[in-house]
């Protein structure tokens, strides 16, 4: 527990996950790398506003920040899953499922769940404008997740 009294199993990086892969085969990690460069060349950095607070109940129970879903937001997860959906994925991230969103804190107990929402409607103040400006690739199989490329998106 940290002083907050929600525990510290947090994303540290924080992120939109746009598509989410089940595979940690080295050729396929060396492709998937050159698919995503690829995009992020061509892609112009992405305005994002974060108005609502969302969450995940469920065996995970995850809190998280809601961006309001733009033209440019939902252009971009569909260039990354299109190229990515020939990979062993995970279901929830192909775009007519996609929930945009950016992780909290995630794996809480009933009572740290409860309590995050406390301490959010005490301390955060929305909206929250932030840019996208980059594509990073990590491994999330275990917290606080490892980046394995990082490619920046062009200025607008």
Known sequence: MIENGVHDEVCKINHITLFSLET???????????????????????SISFNSVGTFMSDINAVFLNPTMTSSLMTLQQ???????????????????????????????????IKAFEVLKKSIELPINAIANQIIITQYDVMPGKIIAEYGLKNQ
Do not use: C, M, R
Request: proline share 2%; no cysteine; aromatic share 12%.
């Open 24 to 46: 940690f085969e080295e050729n396929a990690i060396e492709e998937i790398k050159k698919y995503v460069e690829e995009i992020a060349q061509n892609q112009n950095s992405v």
């Open 79 to 113: 260039k990354v899953g299109g190229v990515l959906s020939k990979y062993d994925h995970k279901i929830f991230y192909t775009t007519d499922k996609w929930t945009p969103h950016s992780t909290i804190a995630i794996n809480l107990t009933d009572e740290e769940f």
